[in-house]
């Protein structure tokens, strides 16, 4: 069974700083890019960042590029999202998912930076 549990979201400051996870099961996690994308209340779902399947090479959104670092270890099938430097635009409910054809969303985890 194909399965995606994102966690680690909560409120915070702005300024302040999360790391989310992403424990996958169900396909053959190391052989996939893997990527983080969020969505805002009325606002579609964006890309925030990319990591190939080896870990090698990454890519953000630009409007995260700086302040987010996405990581993954393959051995425990997860992804994690480094988020620095948070600001209220960053309020959004995040998943990850595996580069195309996707495999069925998780639920999210809720991330809210406000003071």
């Known amino acids: 069974q194909v399965q995606l549990v994102e966690s680690g979201g909560g409120l915070v400051q702005p300024g302040g700083s999360l790391r989310l996870s992403c424990a996958a099961s169900g396909f053959t996690f190391n052989i996939y890019a893997m990527s983080w994308y969020r969505q805002a209340p009325g606002k579609e779902r964006e890309l925030v960042a990319s990591i190939v399947s080896a870990g090698g090479s990454t890519n953000y959104a630009d409007s995260v590029k700086g302040r987010f670092t996405i990581s993954r270890d393959n051995a425990k099938n997860t992804v994690y999202l480094q988020m620095n430097s948070l600001k209220p635009e960053d309020t959004a409910v995040y998943y990850c998912?595996?580069?195309?054809?996707?495999?069925?969303w998780g639920q999210g985890t809720q991330v809210t930076v406000s003071s």
């Open positions: 998912n595996k580069n195309r054809p996707f495999v069925p």
